[in-house]
């Protein structure tokens, strides 16, 4: 019967293949421009090849749904009531696992608040994320040392430039003395540099 069942798939599968280059080259067609889109078009060959890697992943499945309902069959109540209860038991504690990662990772987020640090995405804190919370802890604070070390240089660089050429005051010189001076083209050059003062 499971031959009936791969073959019959095997001639599902080759009729649709053999349907779909039409429906794709009608859906390829943009109906207002009328040109084609760009989509991955696949040889027969590679289309046999996916199937065929599909059916034994799902053949692979059934066997194990199998193997397991014989498992629980040649069982005596007992022993079945046990190998359920192991079971449950098993995806209890990946449940429990999962809930305490994920309370991990509210306190490191809420550590890293307290410390400043808002707004740093998931993909950063879930590293820091152990099963144990003094390793968690311990995980938070270097990465929140680092971080800040690690701002504080960049700022520090950024700011860090030459000097302004002209030092001193704003204003060290006043509107009269501008005024004051002689020579045509050094007093226009004064009034430009300081224009402020004439406004």
Not at 15 to 30: G, H, M, V
Not at 46 to 53: G, P, R, T
Not at 99 to 119: F, H, I, P, V
Request: hydrophobic fraction near 35%.
């Amino acid at each position: 019967m499971a031959e009936n069942t791969n073959t019959t798939a095997t001639e599902q599968t080759e009729a649709n293949t053999q349907t779909e280059p039409a429906k794709t080259e009608q859906a390829t067609q943009d109906p207002g421009k009328g040109k084609q889109k760009a989509e991955k078009t696949f040889t027969q060959a590679e289309v046999d090849k996916i199937v065929q890697e599909r059916l034994e992943r799902q053949q692979k499945a059934n066997e194990e749904k199998q193997a397991e309902a014989a498992k629980l069959a040649a069982m005596n109540e007992k022993e079945r009531t046990n190998y359920q209860i192991k079971q449950l038991t098993a995806k209890l504690a990946e449940y429990e696992a999962r809930e305490n990662r994920a309370a991990m990772a509210k306190e490191a987020s809420a550590m890293l608040s307290e410390k400043g640090l808002t707004g740093i995405p998931d993909e950063l804190i879930s590293p820091l994320i152990s099963d144990d919370a003094e390793q968690t802890k311990k995980a938070v604070e270097s990465f929140a040392s680092t971080f800040q070390t690690a701002v504080d240089s960049a700022v520090k660089a950024r700011l860090a430039g030459t000097t302004p050429k002209t030092g001193g005051a704003v204003n060290s010189v006043t509107k009269s003395e501008i005024l004051a001076i002689k020579n045509d083209k050094e007093r226009q050059k004064a009034i430009r540099d300081h224009i402020e003062l004439f406004r």
